[in-house]
C-alpha cells in the first residue's frame, strides 16, 4: 500500500501528459511541419487523367438532294421548268477523320470527305470540315462545318454544315444518318456577278470508328 500511495502521483502525471498529447478524436492528424495531412485523393478517371486519346472514322454514305436555284444538269426537275426546285444526282460520299478528347464528352476533329455524282454529269467534291462528336454508348451526334471544294466539271468553292447521328450495332461499326447543307458559288449572270447554288441533301451510311487509347 505504501509503495502504490508512493506511485500513485507518478501515474496521475503520466495520464494526463498523455491526455495532453493525444489529438482529439475526428480531428487531422499534424504533420511535424505543422501541415495537416491531406484527405485521400478520389479514384481519377483514367481518360480525364490520360491526354493522348484519338478516335479515328472512316464513313461510307449514299444519298441525294435538292437544288433551290438555277438547277440545270440535274436527274429530276421537280419544277414547271429547269430554273424550279430539282432533286441532285445520286451520289456516294466516302470519308476519313479524327477526333481528340475526353471520350466521356465532347470531343473535336477533323474529317476529309469525297463525294462524286452517280448519274448525270460527273462531278467530284472534297470537301474538310470540323468536326464535334459526342458518343453514349451505343449512339452518338455529331455535327461538321466545312468548306466543299468542286473540282469537276467547274472548280468553284461554297459552305457545308451537316448535322448526323450514329446507332453503334457492333462496337466500333455503326450505321449512320446525315443531312447536310450546302451553298455553292458559280458563273455570275446577267441579273447576278455572282450566283449562288444552296443544295439541301440527305444521306445514309456506314461508320467505322477506332480507338487510340493513350
Not at 495532453?20 to 501541415?35: C, I, K, L, Y
Not at 460527273?122 to 470540323?130: A, D, E, H, N, R
Amino acid at each position: 500500500m505504501r509503495a502504490l500511495a508512493r506511485s500513485g502521483p507518478c501515474l496521475l502525471l503520466a495520464l494526463g501528459c498523455a491526455l495532453v498529447a493525444a489529438p482529439a478524436r475526428g480531428q487531422e492528424r499534424e504533420e511535424p511541419d505543422g501541415f495537416a495531412t491531406p484527405p485521400p485523393r478520389e479514384k481519377e478517371e483514367p481518360f480525364r487523367t490520360k491526354p493522348g486519346y484519338v478516335q479515328l472514322f472512316a464513313t461510307t454514305f449514299v444519298g441525294t438532294g435538292l437544288r433551290f436555284n438555277n438547277p440545270y444538269r440535274l436527274a429530276t426537275v421537280l419544277g414547271s421548268d429547269a430554273e424550279s426546285l430539282s432533286r441532285t444526282a445520286s451520289y456516294v460520299d466516302i470519308g476519313i477523320g479524327a477526333t481528340f478528347g475526353n471520350p466521356l464528352g465532347l470531343q473535336h476533329g477533323v474529317t476529309l470527305r469525297t463525294s462524286a455524282a452517280l448519274q448525270g454529269v460527273g462531278q467530284v467534291v472534297m470537301t474538310p470540315s470540323y468536326l464535334a462528336w459526342r458518343r453514349w454508348r451505343a449512339f452518338a451526334l455529331y455535327g461538321r462545318a466545312g468548306l466543299p471544294l468542286v473540282l469537276t466539271p467547274d472548280v468553284t468553292g461554297g459552305l457545308e454544315a451537316s448535322v448526323g447521328g450514329t446507332w453503334f450495332f457492333l462496337g466500333g461499326l455503326g450505321v449512320a444518318a446525315e443531312v447536310v447543307g450546302d451553298v455553292f458559288y458559280g458563273a455570275g449572270t446577267r441579273e447576278n456577278a455572282v450566283t449562288t447554288y444552296p443544295v439541301l441533301s440527305g444521306q445514309l451510311g456506314l461508320v467505322a470508328a477506332y480507338e487510340v487509347l493513350p
